[in-house]
């Protein structure tokens, strides 16, 4: 199994990246897939899931209402739109899933920084 995210960067408040998460190695249709975010010194949270259809959605509440994940079950990619971004967005975001017999995966991360 293999999750690589892409799409992170500088970009300054108020402004918008598109995180990507490539997948491969498992059936990516069969599985809900999520976007975590860890800030230095801080625990890993909980951003955005995504269901195996892409019909449901959740957001932590810090993201509700800027962020929206999508996922296209044909590219077997996962994607997380974040608009109105805030400093305190700044984190390294990681592309998660539980795939098969429970075990979980994570990607590598990618760097999204929110300064002036």
């Known amino acids: 199994v293999q999750l690589v995210e892409s799409g992170g960067g500088l970009v300054q408040p108020g402004g918008s990246l598109r995180l990507s998460c490539a997948a491969s190695g498992f059936t990516f249709r069969s599985y809900a897939m999520h976007w975590y975010r860890q800030a230095t010194g801080k625990e890993r949270e909980f951003v955005a899931g995504?269901?195996?259809?892409?019909?449901?959605?959740h957001y932590a509440d810090s993201v509700k209402g800027r962020f929206t994940i999508s996922r296209d079950n044909a590219k077997n990619t996962v994607y997380l739109q974040m608009n109105s971004l805030k400093p305190e967005d700044t984190a390294v975001y990681y592309c998660?899933?539980?795939?098969?017999?429970?075990?979980?995966?994570w990607g590598q991360g990618t760097q999204v920084t929110v300064s002036s």
């Open positions: 998660h899933t539980r795939a098969e017999r429970g075990i979980e995966y």
């Open positions: 995504v269901s195996n259809s892409g019909d449901g959605t």
